[in-house]
């Protein structure tokens, strides 16, 4: 198994960039998907997550209204759109898989995940 992150990189503030997640090796489009990311000295925090099927998404509301998630099942790709980057933004990004399949109280909980990318940079300047 194996998801792979990509997408990252400097940007400055107010800037947007795509996050991309593709799966392989795992029946991808019967996971729900999550993004994380994990800030220096900072534990892991949760973005957002989309149900197997796409259609019902949920987020941290500290990033509603900016970051969208989104699928692609045909492709195994999981997509974070951030639009209106902040210097607090900055951190390594992951996506992960929840065998759950649809979201619910362990969507937010980072152990509820089996798979996890090996992560992309985002790094926002002022």
């Known amino acids: 198994v194996q998801l792979v992150e990509s997408g990252g990189g400097l940007v400055k503030a107010g800037d947007s960039l795509r996050l991309s997640c593709v799966g392989s090796?795992?029946?991808?489009?019967?996971?729900?998907v999550g993004w994380f990311r994990q800030a220096p000295g900072q534990e892991r925090e949760f973005l957002a997550a989309?149900?197997?099927?796409?259609?019902?998404?949920y987020y941290n509301e500290s990033v509603k209204g900016r970051f969208t998630i989104s699928r692609d099942n045909a492709k195994n790709t999981v997509f974070l759109q951030m639009n209106n980057l902040k210097p607090e933004d900055t951190a390594v990004y992951y996506c992960?898989?929840?065998?759950?399949?649809?979201?619910?109280?362990?969507?937010?909980?980072?152990?509820?995940?089996?798979?996890w990318g090996q992560g992309t940079r985002v790094t926002v300047s002022s």
């Open positions: 992960a898989t929840d065998p759950a399949a649809e979201i619910g109280p362990q969507t937010i909980v980072p152990g509820s995940y089996d798979y």
């Open positions: 090796g795992l029946t991808f489009g019967t996971y729900a």
């Open positions: 989309i149900n197997w099927h796409g259609a019902i998404p």
